[in-house]
């Protein structure tokens, strides 16, 4: 009999374990859906930088609060993450042998707190990584150090460094991921180990206590003034954690098609329009304030008012200067001297003349 238990526990274990499929389509949810809301705030951005500018310049810290804000309720409410209730599974207990609980009776305190800094902390520090190494790696094409720095040799070793790191990383992923399709390990992703769980399929249990969830109403009692206030702050973060939730959950399959719209490969025929001809000056400039910033020789550096020195050319106004002057700027004000427009170093072009 015991050995008809552990068979029957074996088989419903296998039956309640998500396929490959389910597992990698859940991670690369909230993926797409970074890039996609990256894009709609960087159209709000340019279209009136003084009211939505912000968003764009703090939009990791701004995009991790709502992310944090909304795996809480996830996990509080669901016991998964969004991507993953979404997909109609749910965390428990590694090792539990247990019936597994409801999914709205939540996780133990430890595995809950662990799940939500690795749902949320590990993707913003990666992001972060990412954009430390693309700056870097501008440092290093335009760099102005001295050939033999320190700070100029410790960035190239990182810059050596971590693409090997990274490798590291991606391969540690595929392999947990290689075992799981094998049967040899409980969980698909590296996270999920670290976090002390495993994800499962719903029930029909789960689903119905989900929806009666949803449906019934607390019943009122009477509190004190600070209990009320907490209850009032718990009600509003919940209401725009559940919008937030109900919102991506609309709108995600809106969010994955302008992710594709907007990727590398439709990007080429956005790169073609550089063939067409050289647009005319900006016309909403004041002409008295252009002939103020602009030298009459055009052998001369607006900037510095000396003759240029390594030409180069702004790409977002077409205006030249010295590459010193041009990246001095640049890098402090992020916009063209003489347009104002937006720009950052990968906009600078250095100029050969037939002479040189």
Same mark, same amino acid.
């Given at each position: 009999?015991?050995?008809? @238990?552990?068979?029957?526990?074996?088989?419903?274990?296998?039956?309640? +374990?998500?396929?490959?499929?389910?597992?990698?389509?859940?991670?690369?949810?909230?993926?797409?859906?970074?890039?996609?809301?990256?894009?709609?705030?960087?159209? #709000?951005?340019?279209?009136?930088?003084?009211?939505?500018?912000?968003?764009?310049?703090?939009?990791?810290?701004?995009?991790?609060?709502?992310?944090?804000?909304?795996?809480?309720?996830?996990?509080?409410?669901?016991?998964?993450?969004?991507?993953?209730?979404? !997909?109609?599974?749910? +965390?428990?207990?590694?090792?539990?042998?247990?019936?597994?609980?409801?999914?709205?009776?939540?996780?133990?305190?430890?595995?809950?707190?662990?799940?939500?800094?690795?749902?949320?902390?590990?993707?913003?520090?990666? /992001?972060?990584?990412?954009?430390?190494?693309?700056?870097?790696?501008?440092?290093?094409?335009?760099?102005?150090?001295?050939?033999?720095?320190?700070?100029?040799?410790?960035?190239?070793?990182? #810059?050596?460094?971590?693409?090997?790191?990274?490798? &590291?990383?991606?391969?540690?992923?595929?392999?947990?991921?290689?075992? !799981?399709?094998? @049967?040899?390990?409980?969980?698909?992703?590296?996270? #999920?180990?670290?976090?002390?769980? +495993?994800?499962?399929?719903?029930? *029909?249990?789960?689903?119905? *206590?989900?929806?009666?969830?949803?449906?019934?109403?607390? %019943? %009122?009692?009477?509190?004190?003034?600070?209990?009320?206030?907490?209850?009032?702050?718990?009600?509003?973060? /919940?209401?725009?954690?559940?919008?937030?939730?109900? /919102?991506?959950?609309?709108?995600?399959?809106?969010?994955?098609?302008?992710?594709?719209?907007?990727?590398?490969?439709?990007?080429?025929?956005?790169?073609?329009?550089?063939?067409?001809?050289?647009?005319?000056?900006?016309?909403?400039?004041?002409?008295?304030?252009?002939? &103020?910033?602009?030298?009459?020789?055009?052998?001369?550096?607006?900037?510095?008012?000396?003759?240029?020195?390594?030409?180069?050319?702004?790409?977002?106004? @077409?205006?030249?200067?010295?590459?010193?002057?041009?990246?001095?700027?640049?890098?402090?004000?992020? +916009?063209?001297?003489?347009? @104002?427009?937006?720009?950052?170093?990968?906009?600078?072009?250095? #100029? !050969?003349?037939?002479?040189?």
């Amino acid at each position: 009999m015991a050995e008809v @238990g552990a068979h029957l526990t074996a088989s419903s274990a296998a039956d309640d +374990r998500p396929s490959i499929f389910e597992a990698v389509a859940q991670d690369s949810l909230m993926a797409a859906v970074k890039p996609a809301l990256q894009h709609l705030v960087k159209v #709000l951005a340019e279209s009136n930088p003084g009211r939505y500018g912000f968003l764009w310049h703090w939009f990791d810290e701004v995009y991790v609060l709502l992310d944090l804000l909304l795996q809480q309720h996830c996990l509080a409410k669901c016991s998964a993450s969004f991507s993953e209730n979404f !997909y109609s599974l749910k +965390r428990i207990p590694m090792g539990d042998c247990r019936q597994p609980l409801l999914a709205t009776a939540g996780l133990p305190k430890r595995q809950h707190w662990k799940s939500l800094l690795l749902l949320v902390l590990v993707p913003y520090l990666k /992001g972060k990584l990412e954009k430390l190494v693309s700056s870097l790696k501008e440092e290093d094409e335009y760099s102005i150090h001295p050939p033999s720095s320190s700070w100029k040799r410790f960035y190239r070793a990182f #810059l050596a460094a971590y693409p090997f790191v990274n490798m &590291t990383w991606e391969g540690w992923f595929l392999i947990q991921q290689l075992c !799981y399709i094998l @049967g040899k390990a409980q969980h698909h992703s590296p996270m #999920l180990r670290l976090a002390g769980v +495993r994800l499962i399929r719903l029930t *029909a249990e789960d689903i119905q *206590a989900l929806e009666k969830r949803s449906a019934g109403a607390t %019943s %009122s009692q009477a509190l004190s003034i600070k209990t009320q206030v907490q209850s009032a702050v718990r009600k509003a973060l /919940g209401g725009i954690a559940f919008s937030l939730s109900s /919102g991506l959950s609309i709108s995600v399959f809106f969010l994955q098609f302008l992710d594709w719209w907007y990727s590398s490969e439709n990007q080429e025929a956005i790169q073609s329009l550089t063939a067409l001809p050289t647009p005319p000056p900006p016309v909403h400039l004041e002409h008295r304030a252009t002939e &103020t910033l602009l030298p009459r020789l055009k052998s001369v550096c607006p900037l510095c008012h000396q003759v240029r020195v390594n030409a180069t050319v702004l790409a977002t106004s @077409g205006f030249v200067f010295c590459y010193r002057c041009a990246y001095s700027y640049v890098k402090a004000h992020q +916009r063209c001297p003489i347009t @104002g427009y937006a720009t950052e170093l990968q906009h600078l072009v250095k #100029l !050969y003349s037939p002479e040189s």
